[in-house]
């Protein structure tokens, strides 16, 4: 492996406990089309964009609606995730984040947020982190989301890095795929499902050691 020089992050469920929100909206918007929907589903739409995670719901549940009963789900999803997570704060970071983000900061290691969400900034903001990252690739910034490597190819471009000298760090399917597919070295953290496929796997970053790779 090249030295380090550029750490991208996943942002739910890797920087923040906020994947849990996401999981709650979804079912409630399930269920109110009649699908169940428990944690082994919402394993399908971790890192999986709004829309195409609306789509996989319904994939689930073999249903059709209407593209104006579409938008008004999609909608009511995010209305009740973002009420949902008003007093986000920086006690929500996941372990580890908070030093990790500081010993990267010190070396001078390039550090960026690759997410799917199209909420990434304002939640960076509303955990006082959001100064830490030189790039923010989010979901209002690219055309093909995960597992599409482009999220993370955009954020190595930023940083002007090769894709082997950045780390990216995932806790979904969909972004290991990504990760590997544009030649990163593929971080899985926080979620057991993903530990074979990532290259490296921690149960949270308090595992991971920087010296190991910078
Ligand atoms: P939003 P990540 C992803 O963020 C979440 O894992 C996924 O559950 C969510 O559906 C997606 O963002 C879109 O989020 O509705 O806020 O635009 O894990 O890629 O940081
Ligand atoms: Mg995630």
């Known amino acids: 492996m090249s030295p380090i020089k550029g750490l991208l992050f996943d942002l739910d469920g890797v920087l923040v406990t906020t994947e849990h929100n996401?999981?709650?909206?979804?079912?409630r918007c399930a269920n109110s089309l009649g699908i169940a929907f428990t944690e082994n589903e919402n394993e399908l739409l971790k890192g999986v964009s709004r829309i195409d995670s609306l789509k996989k719901i319904l994939e689930l549940g073999h249903k059709t609606i209407s593209s104006i009963e579409f938008e008004d789900l999609l909608k009511s999803k995010n209305d009740f995730y973002l009420e949902s997570?008003?007093?986000?704060?920086?006690?929500?970071?996941?372990?580890?984040?908070?030093?990790?983000?500081?010993?990267?900061?010190?070396?001078?290691?390039?550090?960026?947020?690759?997410s799917s969400s199209k909420n990434a900034k304002f939640i960076l903001n509303k955990l006082g982190i959001a100064d830490y990252f030189a790039v923010v690739i989010d979901g209002n910034?690219?055309?093909?989301?995960?597992?599409?490597?482009?999220?993370?190819?955009?954020?190595a471009k930023a940083f002007n890095l090769a894709p082997n000298e950045v780390l990216v760090f995932e806790d979904a399917a969909s972004g290991i795929a990504a990760a590997k597919a544009g030649g990163f070295t593929a971080v899985g953290v926080g979620n057991p499902n993903i530990a074979k496929q990532a290259d490296l796997y921690f149960n949270d970053l308090t595992e991971f050691s920087l010296a190991n790779y910078a």
């Open 22 to 27: 996401h999981f709650i909206a979804w079912q």
């Open 85 to 114: 997570i008003q007093s986000l704060s920086a006690s929500d970071l996941l372990p580890g984040v908070a030093a990790l983000l500081e010993e990267a900061k010190a070396k001078g290691i390039l550090l960026g947020v690759g």
């Open 141 to 155: 910034g690219v055309n093909d989301p995960k597992p599409h490597p482009e999220v993370f190819l955009n954020g």
